[in-house]
């Protein structure tokens, strides 16, 4: 199967009523101006709103105090500013605050945010559930249910702003100065939505994350990484975690389909690749598993000549997980190996395990529909298509 046919597979989405107001996060600029055009106003409209949605956070059309009342009111008719409800919120001993965010057809992702001493950074998730079924990550046990929509997606950093108190600060003091793909998904399998939220995110009048402070991470979708670089320029994580085939077909199955070496051909060629900006690779530490001299050998052999570095990843437990986190010594011994080869070799230091908000312990509890409901809900669709006809004369 093809990737965009891949993708195409899973984007369904509970469409919003005919007459439902329309939602104007997730837009890009131009829709935002086709859909203030066709109130009779004038393109400048849009960009007043962009700044007050993306720059201030506004949700409601009455605070944006340079546009006229009885066009706030129009507008608060025909469009609303959409934001997840907060299905849970939980707080970390060390400061890691994780919520579960509901969107509108009731199913739900986890977001992520991280303090650090010079940084915040906030994970995002790109699918409800994921493509991927990699062994040793708790996502991957979620069956995939659909892709988040860009509004879903960018949805996820507004919350995050408004609970972190940060649309008010000034750039250099914000909570969030950094994103991550790294929640719930395979960004790449979703890349259309992904590229709509990012830039949104990226636009110097909005939110205004710098794409050097963006970073997305893919288990191996080869054919859209150049892609990726080239349309985005973000910064790039692989999750690698073996060094051969036979162990990362285990580890990471989609090997099967795009093995190592494609996918260090198209870490070598990603767009902008330099020493200034070099690829991650994530290696989750497994005890027994990949965790020797050897295999830390073999890594910098299999990575040579690539500008990279490689964040070495503690196992984070999670319920009914099959393996066991690489000991201490073993990750010292590994990492001392790579780094005397010249490469970056930091051991990221598990954040936020006591609330399962740690690097592969991301879940939430939605399923896919099965076709029993899914039959029902086309019945309703079209149902509601020919009521709607025959209303119309």
């Known amino acids: 199967m093809s990737v965009s046919s891949h993708v ?17 996060v997730g837009l890009s600029r131009e ?80 977001a992520v945010h991280i303090p650090e001493d010079d940084r915040g950074t906030l994970c995002v998730s790109s699918q409800v559930g994921c493509t991927l079924t990699c062994r040793f990550c708790h996502t991957g046990t979620q069956r995939l249910v659909r892709n988040l929509q860009a509004a879903e997606i960018v949805g996820q950093v507004m919350h995050a702003r408004g609970a972190l ?20 998904g395979e960004p790449l399998y979703n890349f259309d939505n992904v590229a709509r939220a990012l830039k949104i995110v990226m636009d110097h009048e909005g939110i205004s994350i710098s794409r050097r402070r963006i970073t997305l991470s893919t288990a191996g979708v080869v054919p859209m990484m150049q892609r990726c670089g080239a349309e985005l320029g973000v910064n790039l994580a692989v999750s690698l975690h073996a060094v051969t085939d036979e162990l990362r077909d285990e580890l990471v199955p989609l090997n099967r389909k ?7 051909a198209a870490c070598r060629s990603y767009p902008g690749l330099n020493n200034a ?8 530490m497994l005890k027994g598993v990949n965790d020797t001299p050897a295999d830390a050998r073999a890594l910098v052999r299999l990575i040579r000549g690539i500008p990279a570095k490689i964040n070495l990843i503690p196992f984070n437990p999670w319920p009914g997980s099959a393996y066991d986190c690489a000991t201490p ?21 598990p954040r936020g395990r006591d609330i399962l908000a740690a690097c ?11 076709s029993a409901a899914l039959a029902a809900r086309r019945i309703a669709r079209e149902t509601a298509r020919q009521a709607a006809r025959a209303a119309a004369g």
């Not at 795009?258 to 260090?264: C, K, R, S, V």
């Not at 900006?277 to 989750?284: H, L, S």
């Not at 592969?360 to 099965?370: H, I, M, P, Y």
């Open 165 to 184: 108190d940060d649309w008010q600060r000034p750039e250099g003091d914000r909570r969030i100065s950094n994103i991550v793909l790294m929640g719930m």
């Open 360 to 370: 592969g312990q991301l879940k939430s509890e939605s399923r896919r529909e099965g």
């Open 8 to 24: 195409a597979v899973f984007t369904a989405h509970k469409p919003a009523p005919a007459d439902a107001p329309r939602d104007l």
């Open 258 to 264: 795009y093995p190592i070496a494609d996918l260090m």
């Open 277 to 284: 900006r070099r690829i991650t690779f994530e290696y989750v």
């Open 31 to 110: 829709e935002m101006a086709a859909a203030i055009a066709e109130l009779g106003e004038p393109a400048f409209r849009a960009r007043q709103l962009w700044r007050w949605i993306y720059g201030r956070g506004a949700t409601d059309f009455a605070v944006m105090s340079d546009i006229a009342k009885p066009l706030r009111q129009r507008l608060a008719e025909r469009f609303t500013i959409g934001r997840p409800a907060v299905a849970a919120a939980q707080a970390s001993d060390d400061g890691t605050q994780k919520w579960l965010l509901r969107f509108a057809d009731g199913h739900e992702v986890e």
């Open 329 to 349: 010594e073993a990750i010292e011994r590994f990492s001392r190996i790579v780094m005397d080869a010249g490469y970056a070799s930091p051991v990221r230091a």
